[in-house]
């Protein structure tokens, strides 16, 4: 359990400083990237406290966040390449 903690420590410190690239990113794929990083942290303290709770009802929830993040990196990158492919 207290490698879960740390994990779990590990993972706020990051989006604490994603949280700062998204605030001053010169550019918005700084921006893009930062506000990926958080919502992938977020995806990752859901499924670190489902261990911890030693639960399995969030492994739904992580495995469609997971998709829904992912389709929203895609178009992010997308929209950053000015829509070409």
Same mark, same amino acid.
């Given at each position: 359990m207290i490698l879960i903690d740390l994990a779990l420590g590990a993972i706020v410190i *990051?989006?604490? =400083?994603?949280v700062y690239r998204i605030l001053r990113g010169p550019s918005g794929a700084d921006r893009g990237a930062g506000s990926d990083m958080i919502f992938f942290g977020f995806v990752s303290l !859901? *499924? =670190?406290l489902g261990v911890r709770l030693g639960t399995s009802l =969030? !492994?739904?929830?992580v495995l469609l966040a997971t998709l829904v993040g992912f389709l929203a990196a895609v178009s992010l990158a997308r929209l950053t390449a000015g829509g070409k492919r």
């Open positions: *990051a989006m604490v =400083l994603s !859901v *499924a =670190l =969030l !492994v739904d929830i």
